[in-house]
């Protein structure tokens, strides 16, 4: 009698356990929200010298372990050079955006002045965002053709 | 009661008339506010974009229209300021293209002060050394540092394009430490 109450209390510790357990995972899952593996957005290319694209994470390319990849973009303002032009000089803007792969592949491309809305778009781009740059070559200047900035909850972070 | 009439019959009057009034005030004003929001440059941005030979003709419609004197100079004003907006618009592309021309077009000899040429040749070899061999190192990374502030921006450009374009064509690798381009 006294063996079979151990038992039943026992059994009633081990079943609140699980449940207890059961209830954590679940909530753990709950606020861990949905997360792209940062392997699965790393720096890949496709197309060729004449016409292609490139893209990846910010973060997965930072976190990737073969000491290579990078991606990004880079944008400038070009003002007057001397005085006697403040009046008349119009400032103009252009940038570049690049990729370096797991093995030391590049790709980039030149946002043209003409660009002042992807200037827009370059500025949206924060540690964390996903980029997929298109681009085409014409007279041996490779211009890029569009900029999409992803910048989503579930992006992989940029650590260290 | 009865003595109260005439006084409520009174302020009702007297209501009626400040809004009326008011309402009257508000029409004359309405015009004059949308005339001064144009003329101190509020809406400059899209009316530089906005087709203004049409945004002109609607000016010059309602300054016809307008029985005030006031109003269709301030309208015709308008007009005048759209076309300089439009013609002010079409100058700064002309002058983005002019300037993306320089910068993408390459440079000449002639161009070129002596150490700026003396760099340009100290950087057409680590380039085309590079693409040669096919690597981009560290090395070259650095040599490129050396001479790259001293370099014409179109110089600089087409240096970069033509790594550029080895590179997307996938007879370039990068090995340095730093980002390629300089």
Known sequence: ?160 | MMKRLPILLTGMIVGAGLLHGASVLYDARKPAHAADRAVDGDVAAPAAEAPAPALAAAAVRLAAAAPDANLAARLEHIEQRLDGLATSGEARRAEQARAEETLTGGATPEDREPQQQTAFDRAQTIVDGAIRGGLWTDNEQSAMREVAATLLPADRFALKMKLSVAGNDGKLRDTASQPMFF
């Open chain 1, 1 to 160: 009698m006294f063996n079979g109450k151990k038992l039943t209390v026992g059994k009633g510790l081990l079943i609140s356990g699980g449940a207890l357990a059961l209830v954590a995972g679940v909530g753990g899952i709950v606020h861990a929200g949905y997360k792209v593996t940062p392997s699965a957005w790393e720096v890949s290319f496709s197309g060729s010298a004449s016409s292609g694209s490139f893209a990846g994470a910010l973060g997965s390319a930072r976190a990737s372990s073969d000491g290579y990849q990078y991606i990004g973009c880079e944008a400038g303002w070009f003002g007057p050079a001397s005085s006697a032009v403040t009046a008349t000089f119009t400032p103009t803007t252009y940038g570049y955006c690049y990729a370096r792969d797991r093995s030391g592949n590049v790709r980039s491309c030149y946002l043209s002045a003409h660009s002042n809305d992807a200037m827009t778009t370059l500025s949206t781009i924060n540690q964390d965002s996903y980029l997929a740059v298109s681009y085409f070559t014409v007279s041996g200047n490779v211009y890029c053709s569009s900029v999409w900035v992803d910048n989503y909850s579930h992006n992989p972070v940029k650590t260290n």
